[in-house]
């Protein structure tokens, strides 16, 4: 065993409505899972108290791994810093003119309010062209000045971004020099540091959310780090990327828009692992919450990564993350039927607060998770987490009565089937938008359902969509937490090239390469953990002349010694070639490449779990799980239907629909036609009866 | 009709939206020119096979082609379909504006697609092509009095019949273009869309069977016209009337009247254009599919929730005079369509306001702002930076207008100063928000731009400008004030110079050094000034947004003493 797993590792994932910890042990062979409430604003009192529940001596624990929304949380309620933006004269405004989009295609309603207000956003002389030939050198006083002005404001960042920095980062090192001589503060965020990428709206949003979030995101690793030293921790304290990797808290501080969608990251990587470690290296996962369904695919073991999202509104922050596609329908999403005639779910939610009519805290429209109670699918009196003694059942049946059954002349039943089967198409819709639009046959892929409220649709989107099979992981409430304590150490850099392909450096490409590898690990080696093997992943993107849609070109390096050798003008061709047949089906015959941007990735290997500590002990037995039966509408009838504690199952049982399968923080409905069989990691896998 | 129970009826909704989404997707992701790739200047969907009308149209294309499409499908059925000559595995394509809406660099291609051997609906895809010939690269000629100056006209023809792809009607397209290998890719994306979306329509009806996809597509139609009889049940009767002025057609100087009256009786509304004025020399002359596309877009403005269906028109009455210029005839130009269209749109919001002002925008800044800086490098190559420049959107009862907006018939995103730095011989000196541009108001509307661009090219530079908003300004409503009006300057030798006509200027010549200077309108303001919070007037002034002196001028002394 390495040193970094000696002792016990805690992932801890901190989510909207609740905090989620995973302890585990290996050298006990044993694991543990913790739900505490998330506690807000500060969300290190949950976190704190979420480890307390499975580790006392915190001396014993060898490596805390936390994925946080606190970064996205201060994004979307503008909780950030008081900052200030330096830029180039004539520049001022960019960051609040966006790229000229707007908040819907239809309506031309709403405004829209940077994170830096114009008065905080100052000019200065200097220029440098697309070139990088430096036009105009830096005003160095002027620069002072503006810093001495976000001073007496009252600022506690700043973000220093010049237009065409990212060819030449001259000018605005210089002011960086500048800013942090006069100002001893952490936080002084410069754009060609952060993001060295063509585009300044992107670029300078990345750089200002950055600088807004760094003392939030800063003094709150803190005070994580302070409490758990003070407990006795002395391991390494690691945090989630929006990549799927994890950072060091250091670099976390100086990075903390890195970890923008951290989060939902650490629960695709966790299902991803769970499904290899099945059998299957396709997979769609499927997060239902409150108010939305977010589908991340994964093919051949990989997840893919989008370059850039949008938290909010012009709220842009441009470095991979994690693709996951999200569309309003969740258990809280409200149906409706519009004057039309049609019935609606969502995008309105009643969210966890007030949440469901069954919560009775005065919603009175009723919701997915409504209809699931109405037909018994949730067990009255047992509510998952929320702190509820009983949902109401009648109130839930009043509501889909008056506001679905009426207008579309259904019984209560029927609207409450009507409202599944419309939820479920339009989840359905999200996995054939990950999945067959981008050319996969969705039949090759499995699906797994975590978060609250997957598992008791898997077995209709099963069906709608041709999915092969569900993977219901043995703790889907607690799959972020345990993707922390997975996840890969991993390092992103980008640089610009903007250059035509045969006239690509290698020597000057080869030098970047190298300055990003020895950049990320010397990161790996600073962080303390040790790993399994290192790798260095180089891509480039790349176009044809004229196009202004990249492609991914992923070029194989070979990294010997710490040197790297650069890849070749015509390996970069060929593999431009490849990439561009494999995404269009065909090349542009002369057509002239063109090399946009670098991107390195440099990623160390994180020793894996061994799943099998999952997998429900010699005390299981399916005699023990039965929990008698209840009544359970599914299609046009009501089936007895057998009940299970999931937890007690043992490995090998099968369960034929129609089952429940309850456990804390989930429930799991088999219909009829399809069996469920737990796997030798504790997984229950569902198939069509007879598949 | 075989009846549809309401929960398969959602369920298809949201299976054939989805149809159509893969089928903007798919364009949007092989095209090779930025126009589609980029600015999303496309769009798909499904359409009547008697009627044409639309049933169910994507939601990522741009605004102005749901509801013009469905006339590229009545050309095909008025010219072939109509004498029984379709056949399967047809497929039609044609620009011609005058017939199918819109301008010429608009490629519509039309695929009937059939079912046991009837005609069971058709499938459209339009996106906007690089070039299509004429007398300037890009197609936007303001200077042009015939559409054979815009572009080469095509006519709807068969590009495959049976099946078979026409090679000669390809050899003739890219001929006629500057950048053939672009038209290549932009038809060869058109048709693996229209195949895509006939494979997964065939999948949907396997499922289905052909008799309920029919009858859901004529329950959405149905659905629709409820919908908006609804929408327009809840407005008042009466009749609203409204006006506004284009600067001039680009050749003479006259202004151009554009009226409407805006009539609600039950449920039923009517949008009468008479009054407006009679078709022009120069390139703002519109074709009746395009005037009537355009009502529907801002009835969608106002009454978001509508779905992209032909139902939505039957409760609509739409009077265009004969001869305007909101219908002209062949052989007008229609190049400039988009300035026209979006006067279209603020007059119907200044008549709708008047009716029902909590939910109705004020004018946004109403201009496409068509740029074009072009020369030639030294090595001789040849450079043609073009581009549409952004604006202030109109206040509402909810928030302030949004600054730098995009045009309402449109969703397309500017591109980022650094990268035309990188491409083309120019320095952007200012890429700015204009203060002093928005109009005032309880909600004042969203500032306008400022850019400022020099050319960095020893061999110097020739530009032009097709825009509007230079004489008349975005107007508020309910009781909101004007934005700034359009203001462009270029450099000579002789200091700053403006177009003679305003907003509109062909061949200006610019030497190595020399800079052009758009300054956009900001959005109309919303409500009386007067009803402004002092504290938002003082935060305006604090942000610069606004002087002083103009602050009180519109706003009186409160806000002085309010804090920011």
New interface residues.
Partial sequence: MSPARSGRMIGVDVGGTFTDVFLLDEAAGAVQVAKVPTTRPDQSGGFLAGIARVAEDLGTVGTVVHGTTAGTNALLERKGARIGLITTQ?????L?????????????????VPVV???RRFEVPE?T??DGTI?EEVDIAAVEAAARALIDMGCAAVAIAF??S?ANPGNERRAAEAVRALWPNAHVSASAEILPE?????RTSTTALNAYLQPEIAGYLDRLEGALRGGGFAGEFLIVQSNGGVMSVETACRLPVRTALSGPAAGVIAAGYIAECAGFSDVITGDVGGTSFDVALIAGGASRLAAQTSIDFGLVVRTPMIEITTIGAGGGSIAWV???????IGPESAGSDPGPVAYGRGNDRPTVTDANVVLGRIDPDRPIGGGLERLDVAGAAAAIDAHVGKP???DTLAAA??IL??AN??MA?AI??VSI?RGHSPARFAFMPFGGGGALHACALLSEVGLARAIVPRYPGVTSALGCVIADMRQDFVQTL?VLGDALDEAATGALIQAHADEGMGLLNASGVSFEARDVVVEFDMA?V????TVPVPVPVVVEGGRVTPPSRAEVAEAFDAAYRS??GRL?P??TRRVLNLRTAVIGRRPKLDLALLAPGAGASAEAARQGTRRVHIGEEWHETALYDRLTLPVGAEVAGPAILAQPDTTILIEPGFTGRVDRFGNLIIERAGA | MAEID??T???L???ME?IAD?MD?TLF??A?N?II??AHDASHGIYDAETGETLVQG?SGL?IFVGVMAFAVKAVIEKFARHGDVTEGDVFIFNDAHIGGTHLSDMRLVQPVFRDGQLFCYLASVGHWHDVGGAVPGNYNPSATEVFQEAFVLPPVRLYRAGELQQDVVDILLRNSRMP??AQ?DLNGQINALGLGVRRLDALIDEYGAETIDAALKALT??????MA??IEGLPDGRWEAEDFLDNDGISPEALAIRVALEVRADRLTLDFTGSAPACQGPVNIALPTSIACCYVAI??IF??L?ANAGVMRQIDIRVPEGSLLAADFPAPTGGYTETILRMIDVIFSAAAQAIPERV?AN?YGTINALSIAGRRSDGRRWVMFSF??GG??G?L?????????A?IS????P????L??AYPV???????RPDSAGAGMHRG?LG?IY?IEV?EEMGAQAFLFGERGRFAPKGVAGGGEGALNHFSYQTDDGWAEPPLVSKMVGIALRQGQRVRLETPGGGGYGPPGRRAPEAVARDV????INEDAATESYGDAWKGARA
């Fill in positions: 004539g520049f001022r405004d960019a609040e003119m966006r790229r000229r989009d707007r908040r819907a295609t239809w309506g031309l309603r709403g405004d829209y207000p114009r008065d220029r062209l697309a036009l237009v065409n990212y063509i585009r300044e709206f992107e519009d004057k039309g005639g049609l019935l609606n579309l002349g259904l089937e009507a089967k419309v198409a339009r819709g054939r938008l639009e903007n044809y004229g196009q202004t849609h995404t269009y542009l002369g057509g | 309401p929960v009826l959602a369920v909704a949201g299976r989805q893969e997707a992701r092989s090779f930025p790739a980029e939601k605004p290998v672009s890719g149905e659905r629709a016209g409820r919908l609804a929408e969608k403005h978001p929730a779905p925008v946004a420049y952004g959107h109109g509402s909810e928030s302030d207008g949004l600054n730098h907006g995009n309402p969703t397309a995103t500017i980022p100063a650094e990268i730095e990188a320095i952007f000196r200012q890429w700015a928000l969203g731009a400022e960095m604090a942000l610069g947004f």
